[in-house]
């Protein structure tokens, strides 16, 4: 149903009205529709503040200081212009709202940064500005319909409702599962800041002498075993520090490999007396490298957790 709605969805861009056909029946998906189906129609005395700003306008300074942790900011480009932040350099709070952004709003697949365009919609939010979210989700809906084929289709819970408010009948297989909650487990493991681990301190050196064994009655108790959430957790934290160090990697191999096609390039218009190539630490310091001894994540500790899951989950069923 999802996917003949947006198969019928398609507009001329700047030209209303934003309407589908599923199954014979027309389906209105204005702002208008919207708002009033989601409760977020502005009063008559509003004004949509969020239409004021656009990526040309805003200062990304006044972005980075309404959600980005202090001294961080966007990554940019060799024009010094921003691209995106990552979501560990967000502030906690923000965090949460971009991932109810990503998931309910401007759906995107691709949540471990904030990329610059959103970032407006980010910092209306914090600053408390009025937005139009009826116009905002419309206009993401008729963009996916007119967007490459294969692309994602977003919004498929909104849709179902809004062809049953349209008189569709939506009971009918095949339905689409929901997508991951957002709620305290997620906001735990994606959304707050992980301590470091504790470094246990060292244990002095004593001189060799006789040792006593110690009755078991006064050892430790081993602590209870985790249960099968928490060590769901443990190794989505895990999973999620090794990926993303792997994109920061990759992020700088791409600076790299655009330093020195851009040096190439510059050479080739016979510019050289200008241009000069950069030195070995006017390199590394372009590329920034983020260190090098990674923490480790796999072999046999992440397969033996992985075995203890599957093992949990067989006796669970």
């Known amino acids: 149903?999802?996917?003949?709605?947006?198969?019928?969805?398609?507009?001329?861009?700047?030209?209303?009205?934003?309407?589908s056909y599923v199954r014979g029946v027309q389906v209105p998906y204005d702002a208008r529709t919207?708002?009033?189906?989601?409760?977020?129609?502005?009063?008559?005395?509003?004004?949509?503040?969020?239409?004021?700003?656009?990526?040309?306008?805003?200062?990304?300074?006044?972005?980075?200081?309404?959600?980005?942790?202090?001294?961080?900011?966007?990554?940019?480009?060799?024009?010094?212009?921003?691209?995106?932040?990552?979501?560990?350099?967000?502030?906690p709070v923000v965090r949460i709202w971009s991932a109810l952004v990503h998931a309910n709003i401007l759906p995107c697949s691709h949540v471990s940064d904030l990329h610059w365009t959103r970032s407006i919609l980010m910092y209306c939010i914090m600053t408390q500005r009025t937005v139009d979210l009826?116009?905002?989700?419309?206009?993401?809906?008729s963009g996916c319909a007119n967007s490459a084929p294969g692309s994602a289709l977003g919004h498929p819970s909104l849709i179902t409702q809004l062809c049953q408010l349209a008189g569709v009948d939506v009971h009918s297989p095949p339905f689409e599962g929901p997508g991951r909650a957002i709620d305290s487990r997620y906001i735990s493991?994606?959304?707050?800041?992980?301590?470091?681990?504790?470094?246990?301190?060292?244990?002095?050196?004593?001189?060799?002498?006789p040792q006593e064994d110690i009755p078991m009655e006064d050892a430790a108790a081993p602590g209870p075993p985790l249960t099968l959430h928490q060590r769901f957790d443990a190794l989505?934290?895990?999973?999620?520090?090794?990926?993303?160090?792997?994109?920061?990697?990759?992020?700088?191999?791409?600076?790299?490999?655009?330093c020195i096609l851009d040096t190439f390039r510059s050479f080739s218009l016979h510019v050289a007396p200008a241009y000069q190539f950069p030195t070995m630490d006017d390199y590394h310091a372009y590329t920034s490298w983020p260190g090098d001894h990674a923490p480790f994540f796999g072999g046999v500790e992440l397969l033996m957790l992985m075995l203890e899951l599957e093992l949990d989950m067989m006796i669970c069923l």
């Open 134 to 141: 009826g116009g905002i989700i419309c206009m993401e809906i």
């Open 236 to 258: 989505e934290g895990r999973l999620e520090t090794y990926m993303q160090r792997q994109e920061d990697r990759m992020e700088s191999l791409h600076r790299g490999q655009m």
């Open 34 to 91: 919207i708002n009033q189906f989601l409760g977020t129609a502005l009063r008559v005395d509003e004004v949509n503040e969020y239409g004021n700003y656009s990526i040309n306008t805003m200062d990304p300074a006044d972005v980075e200081a309404a959600i980005c942790m202090p001294g961080l900011g966007f990554h940019r480009n060799r024009s010094q212009q921003p691209l995106h932040v990552k979501r560990r350099d967000l502030l």
């Open 1 to 19: 149903m999802v996917k003949e709605f947006y198969a019928n969805a398609l507009r001329q861009e700047g030209i209303e009205p934003f309407t």
């Open 189 to 209: 493991a994606y959304c707050q800041d992980r301590a470091p681990p504790a470094v246990p301190a060292p244990e002095p050196i004593h001189a060799t002498g």
